[in-house]
């Protein structure tokens, strides 16, 4: 009962309301020194996705939904500045924060429910692609990927997006880029926004040259140094600045304040045609 209370204190009375405004005694623009080191230095290490929501939410308070199912993904609610946020965050410590079957209807499913309650949406990003495996083809993962692809496209909440390390592939493009109407998109200095790793990519594109094992590390850090940084990305307008880890907090209040009178509607028609 009180969990259920819990959930309703961060809820509109009805889907034509706005979400309610809470006191909060947390500082808008506090400054988190330790996120500079959350990321690890070896790209293959995993961290805790929970750490950063809690230490960007008010009062480092985060009511997780749907906690035991799918856990290579995160959904639940924060405040930011008293005010309720929906958060869809990638979990690196599991399946290495691969999307998968499961996974992309969960986040699916969570984006809309925030979109018809007009909660704005914050997304976290670390996602190396889509779950490999004939287990994941045969249960049509392009399908259920394409649900969560379509949730965020046709949101017209605000939509903020944090990439604090990979964000791969098609895995990338259904995670709220500014391709699908993202509103401000941020990277942190080690986010790597790419088609695929560096290791994977220089083995198909230089496979005659496999046999030369000094060729192919020359060829990948090669690869490294022109990807494994978000600033390309940048360059091409994907995400509209890279922030220092530390001030994420105030960064992602101050996009979220700004997109407080944000008004869009999709163009009529009677329902949409989500990939069922």
Same mark, same amino acid.
């Given at each position: !009962?009180? *969990? /259920?209370?819990?959930?309703?204190?961060?809820?509109?009375?009805?889907? !034509?309301?706005?979400?309610?405004?809470?006191? @909060?005694?947390?500082?808008?623009?506090?400054?988190?020194?330790?996120?500079?080191?959350?990321?690890?230095?070896?790209?293959?290490?995993?961290?805790? +996705?929970?750490?950063?929501?809690?230490?960007?939410?008010?009062?480092?308070?985060?009511? *997780?939904?749907?906690?035991?199912?799918?856990?290579?993904?995160?959904?639940?609610?924060?405040?930011?500045?008293?005010?309720?946020?929906?958060?869809?965050?990638?979990?690196? +410590?599991?399946?290495?924060?691969?999307?998968?079957?499961?996974?992309?209807?969960?986040?699916?499913? @969570?984006?809309?429910?925030?979109?018809?309650?007009?909660?704005?949406?914050?997304?976290?990003?670390?996602?190396?692609?889509?779950?490999?495996?004939? %287990?994941?083809?045969?249960?049509?993962?392009?399908?259920?990927?394409?649900?969560?692809?379509?949730?965020? %496209?046709?949101?017209?909440?605000?939509?903020?997006?944090?990439?604090?390390?990979?964000?791969?592939?098609?895995?990338?493009?259904?995670?709220?880029?500014?391709?699908?109407? %993202?509103?401000?998109?941020?990277?942190?200095?080690?986010?790597?926004?790419?088609? +695929?790793?560096?290791?994977?990519?220089?083995?198909?594109?230089?496979?005659?040259?496999?046999?030369?094992?000094?060729?192919?590390?020359?060829?990948?850090?090669?690869?490294?140094?022109?990807?494994?940084?978000?600033?390309?990305?940048?360059?091409? %307008?994907?995400?509209?600045?890279?922030?220092?880890?530390?001030?994420?907090?105030?960064?992602?209040?101050?996009?979220?304040?700004?997109?407080? /009178?944000?008004?869009?509607?999709?163009?009529?028609?009677?329902?949409?045609?989500?990939?069922?």
């Amino acid at each position: !009962r009180a *969990e /259920g209370r819990r959930l309703a204190d961060f809820l509109p009375a009805n889907n !034509r309301d706005m979400p309610p405004v809470r006191p @909060f005694f947390d500082e808008p623009d506090r400054i988190e020194a330790s996120l500079d080191t959350l990321v690890p230095s070896n790209a293959n290490t995993p961290y805790d +996705m929970k750490e950063l929501i809690h230490k960007l939410a008010d009062e480092g308070d985060f009511y *997780e939904i749907q906690e035991d199912f799918a856990k290579n993904i995160l959904t639940g609610f924060i405040r930011i500045e008293g005010r309720t946020v929906g958060v869809v965050a990638n979990q690196p +410590m599991v399946l290495a924060g691969c999307l998968d079957i499961d996974s992309s209807r969960k986040a699916a499913r @969570f984006v809309r429910f925030c979109d018809a309650f007009e909660i704005p949406i914050l997304t976290l990003v670390d996602v190396p692609g889509f779950l490999p495996g004939t %287990g994941q083809e045969y249960g049509g993962v392009i399908k259920h990927g394409a649900k969560l692809l379509f949730a965020y %496209g046709e949101a017209t909440v605000p939509k903020v997006t944090v990439i604090p390390r990979k964000a791969y592939g098609g895995a990338y493009d259904v995670m709220a880029t500014k391709h699908l109407r %993202g509103d401000l998109n941020y990277a942190w200095p080690t986010a790597e926004i790419a088609v +695929m790793g560096a290791k994977g990519a220089v083995e198909i594109l230089y496979r005659s040259e496999l046999g030369d094992a000094d060729k192919i590390a020359a060829r990948t850090r090669d690869y490294e140094d022109r990807f494994a940084n978000p600033f390309v990305a940048a360059e091409k %307008g994907f995400v509209d600045d890279v922030i220092q880890p530390r001030s994420t907090r105030r960064r992602v209040a101050r996009a979220f304040a700004s997109l407080r /009178g944000k008004n869009l509607s999709n163009p009529w028609k009677k329902h949409d045609n989500i990939p069922l």
